[in-house]
């Protein structure tokens, strides 16, 4: 079946502790993307990824990392989470980057208290 | 910059109502058009596109009309169900810039029976 898989869930944390959300896919897709989902605000891309080792800033990368040393993991790092970094966090892929459908994980709900 | 404006929700409809989510968009050249879906708890699932103008998205009874002159993409369904309800979002990739779908807000559609 094919899917995009972000792990965990859901998560809590303290400010300033460093997490990974990882993030697989299994389409053998070259473009990764994350995207955090705020109200009011709809989806905004963090960081996105046109192939292997191939990283470029989205709209709001601010506090963020990612790398893309295997085609199929697209990790989002947060060195020092904030508060302000309290979203709903997805992570999609597609085969032609924009004008293809994309394939979105099922969400991280993180907390940063 | 890309943008697209959605029609504030809630939405809250009876079943076998007709449906129009209205969506407008702002965005340099010719971009590609997209609806996507989000169920509860679920990533988001394209529902349906247009990549060019007069063209016509359909898929699970809605359709969405590339309409250029008016730079709209109107989301429109015959007769709702109570599994229709959702969170629906319009989105945009526009042919120049970075990999990236541009989103509006979503609009949260419920359907009561």
């Known amino acids: 079946e094919a899917q995009v898989t972000q792990n965990p869930r859901y998560l809590i944390t303290v400010t300033g502790k460093k997490l990974t959300v990882t993030c697989s896919q299994n389409?053998?897709?070259?473009?990764m993307s994350w995207y955090r989902q705020d109200p009011g605000l709809g989806l905004r891309q963090i960081y996105y990824?046109?192939?292997?080792?191939?990283?470029d800033k989205g709209d709001v990368p601010e506090g963020y990392k990612v790398s893309r040393k295997e085609k199929r993991n697209f990790p989002l790092i947060l060195e020092s989470p904030s508060p302000n970094q309290t979203s709903l966090y997805f992570c999609a892929s597609s085969a032609q980057g924009g004008v293809a459908e994309a394939f979105f994980g099922q969400g991280t709900r993180l907390t940063v208290v | 910059g890309d943008s697209v404006t959605q029609m504030e929700g809630p939405v809250t409809l009876s079943e076998e109502a007709f449906l129009t989510i209205n969506c407008t968009y702002t965005a340099t050249g010719y971009p590609s058009l997209f609806w996507y879906v989000q169920y509860p708890g679920e990533g988001l699932q394209l529902l349906l596109k247009a990549t060019k103008a007069d063209d016509k998205g359909s898929n699970k009874g809605f359709e969405a009309t590339y309409r250029k002159e008016t730079t709209s993409f109107h989301l429109e369904k015959g007769s709702v169900q109570v599994s229709d309800s959702a969170v629906y979002f319009c989105?945009?990739?526009?042919?120049?810039?970075?990999?990236?779908?541009?989103f509006g807000t979503g609009t949260r559609l419920t359907i009561i029976p």
């Open positions: 989105a945009l990739h526009s042919n120049f810039g970075n990999e990236k779908l541009t």
């Open positions: 389409m053998n897709h070259e473009y």
């Open positions: 990824s046109m192939n292997v080792e191939v990283t």
